[in-house]
């Protein structure tokens, strides 16, 4: 059945002769980053990552039975952008941003912002950092206004009461294998080969403070080869909460003028970047995909 899902795709020229292009047309649901000069549906050369599921669990990790709490799938939630295409300071390094959310009526809001690096600096969070170049970009899981079970009644007069969002992304590299990093038995990453690597942050933030994830996560696993799944546990929080990953390597830097080699991944949107040559050739331009079926 044909979807009729708003998506947003925007084409930022950031070459000297470039001018801002914007382009909307319906997808929905995840990033794609890859080299523009390979032209913006290359499958081959791009690392993709989207959102997959979110539940909302007990103390124990058990799955409250409530309706409307928990989303088995992604693939028909419609995400919105928030605000335009923007400059932003990401710690000492400077981005192009793309906020968009998704609204689940009756329940909260689900959020994917992209950071696409375009100088150089430190990103991550306040006790999290990390250095990052020109291409890189740091993904931002968020999710707000959550009316978690506190408790929740069911129909047989008994009441739940939740403790936790499990949400699961995925990330999926170009090349036949991935590999889950660990560092001291915990998750730190994952190497998607070719010099694509993906880092995630140790903390989350609730309500504006950072604090350390429930022991044990986040958990990763990879799937069929390329993909890695991977699940973040958000305690529960007042007004929201947000968690990055940063995705490293998956396109030339933008600054060098070698010709780049085509890499890409990151989640709810999709980017890419080509190094920049003189008018009309080609330009440095930033291809942005908001699109919400993971089987793009």
């Known amino acids: 059945m044909a979807r009729s899902i ?47 599921s979110l539940k909302e669990v007990d103390e124990d990790g058990q799955t409250v039975s409530i309706e409307g709490h928990s989303f088995p799938t992604f693939a028909v939630i419609s995400f919105q952008p928030e605000a335009p295409l923007m ?87 170009f090349t036949r294998f991935a590999r889950v990093v660990q560092e001291n038995g915990e998750v730190i990453g994952a190497d998607l ?7 995630f942050a140790q903390k989350v933030d609730i309500d504006g403070q950072l604090h350390d994830l429930p022991a044990g996560y986040p958990k990763a696993m990879t799937s069929s080869g390329n993909r890695v799944y991977v699940t973040v546990r958000i305690p529960k929080f007042s007004t929201g909460a947000h968690y990055d990953v940063l995705i490293a390597g998956a396109v030339s830097p933008a600054a060098n003028n070698t010709d780049s ?14 190094p920049p040559k003189p008018w009309p050739f080609a330009s440095l331009a930033l291809i942005i995909f908001v699109s919400l079926n993971p089987f793009f």
């Open 6 to 52: 708003m998506a947003l795709a925007l084409v930022a020229a950031l070459g000297a002769w470039a001018a801002p292009q914007v382009h909307r047309e319906a997808r929905g649901g995840k990033i794609k980053i890859y080299d523009s000069s390979f032209g913006e549906h290359n499958r081959v050369a791009g690392v993709t990552a989207y959102f997959d």
């Open 87 to 173: 400059d932003y300071a990401l710690g000492t390094a400077k981005a192009t941003a793309l906020m968009s959310k998704a609204t689940l009526t009756g329940v909260g809001k689900v959020h994917g912002d992209s950071f696409l690096i375009t100088e150089a600096g430190m990103a991550g969070n306040s006790e999290e950092s990390w250095e990052v170049i020109p291409g890189d970009v740091q993904w931002r899981l968020g999710i707000s206004e959550w009316a978690f079970c506190d408790p929740c009644f069911l129909i047989d007069g008994t009441n739940e009461s939740s403790a936790y969002l499990d949400l699961v992304v995925v990330i999926q590299g």
């Open 193 to 199: 080969e070719e010099g694509v690597n993906v880092t």
């Open 261 to 274: 080699d085509g890499r890409g991944g990151a989640g709810g949107i999709i980017v890419g970047v080509a």
